[in-house]
């Protein structure tokens, strides 16, 4: 085994000249500290998370080969106006990539036991041939487990897994998602199923529903349907539902959950309250599927919130003992409750190609790309 | 003294075909219970939290006198898409009065003390000549204040202590409060000068701000300034608020309140972090003084929330105990931090007239009507 590993690591820069571009750089790692591991990278979704730092603010119909055959590379243009929200980032060539899996090929002396064991791993910069990281960020696979299988088990699955946690500690009984059809979306199902927990599903057409009631889902709310408020207001009037989770971020969608769950709130309501029902409702926008602004008329009273949400800082408020209970579970249900599917799996050369990055960019629901750097 | 009290009360009364009226109807008193009084309703303010219950979703172009020279009566058009909202209080005679202060004519066995006595008292149905409550419902004014004084000693106050009460609850050191001159505002810089609380003031024009700077306020932002923005980022990068009040609910306000707290956490940040600073920014809506919706483009990271704020749910979380030591203060700093302005005193049949309920509907900033049922 070699004392230093050297391999591709995908960048992504935005440059002051209002341009994306796309490379694979070489990085050649020094040995790992006495509680890291060096992990060849076998495979790495490409979430919605990431997206957002990957292609940025970029037009994706401008997507374009760049570099040479040797060293490729993939480029597009930023319209000057979302530029600015970049500052930050100029002409910084950053790694990509939130979490995968992979097989440890060098261990501190602390961590020697993990040495040839297959991990998953979170922490950003996934998108390379090798990464470097510090053990705690490791999660053994268990046995029989691949790569593929472990490469989305820290993202997903806690996520939807903060959703019910959410639910418990706020108070609420009942649970609206939205994009429901999502790799997340069928976790939460199975979660929530297992844990008795009533969730309405809202989905953008019948094919979503198709997927979802395949496995088991008992509320589902097509939002292109012309009946969709109505049904809503039952689905959520059944459940109980005062607390949604929201992908979708622009547009009504939040505010037309907010009415249906105080049209719900006042089928039960025996006289007329001026500020609306005491019932209060809870959104939490976790996406940007639409990137347009949220609209919110407030025509629900004033017991309402809308606010964003972000795994990190809900795992920071949960605590470690919350944090490695919610780890197991994953761990455990790996290859059931957390089971993702891919649509198609790519090497890091193709995440570069333009015709595929533009496929991986629409975010389809039930959509999801995973690069596998080894290949 | 007579045993029973007779008088007028107002009542608010919108009718399936779409209309709104306001009456005066004649209500006599049973005595009232050991722990009840009967109070002699002298002053008794508009509040924008009174007009809804009022006017409902009256157009208030349409204000027309109604009924006879005996019997006054004020009516107006209600657009028909507003009339849905509207489903649980038709063609029911509501009375209307947050809060009030007069003389008490009459007392149980228990509260005997109180007969004669001035006081404050918050509970609906002030817009009233008698009007009968319980004990717990009053506070006695102190020496020397008149029903003028006391006649706001609840709404104002208590959502201006609990906004500075909610700063610290929730962990923020300063706070941003639009619509700033009002009543409400004035009080609460009041209250932010004595307890040294960095209050951001945002007002409209340079007549509020004058306003304002009259009573000591440090910082004043015009939000009709073309440099609006950026002296927003500056108050709030230098006060270090992360909370905001705002009074006025739809358009872009709460938008741009968010972008500058978002700004000012990034002054200080020393990289890009692709989710937004991790800053917690928090704005509660307690007013409606724009009815158009509330437009968040979102533009600032996933760590924020936007919420309904309505005092009495509020005032239940905080305790007995909070809500006695902050009627305490009211009543002890009634003629000072908590002191009232009103532009006008009417009697309950000049509430009726068309051209009077035209002005108190308009909701100016620095205007309030105090209405005097005794007159």
Known sequence: MADRFTGLELRSTVSSDARLTLTLAPVTLDPPGPD????????TPINPSDLGLLLGPADVSTLAASGSADSPGLTAAIPPARLGAMKARLDQPMPVGNEGAGTVVAAGANVAGLLGKKVGMIGGAMYAEYRKIAARDCIPLPEGASAADGASMFVNPLTALAMVETLRMEGHKALVHTAAASNLGQMLNRICIADGVPLVNVVRNEAQAAILREIGAKHIVDSSAADFREKLTDAIAETGATLAFDAIGGGRLVNSILHAMEAAANRSATEYSRYGSSTFKQVYIYGALDLGPTELDRGYGFAWGVSGFLLTPFLMKLGMEGVLRLRARVAAELKTT?????????????????????????????????????R
Chains 1, 2 share one sequence.
């Open 338 to 374: 957390f089971a993702s599917h891919y649509t198609a799996t790519i090497s890091l050369a193709e995440a570069l190609d333009p015709v595929i990055a533009a496929a991986y960019a629409k975010k389809a629901t039930g959509e999801k790309y995973l690069i596998d750097p080894s």
């Open 36 to 43: 890291e591991v060096i992990v060849r990278v076998e495979a």
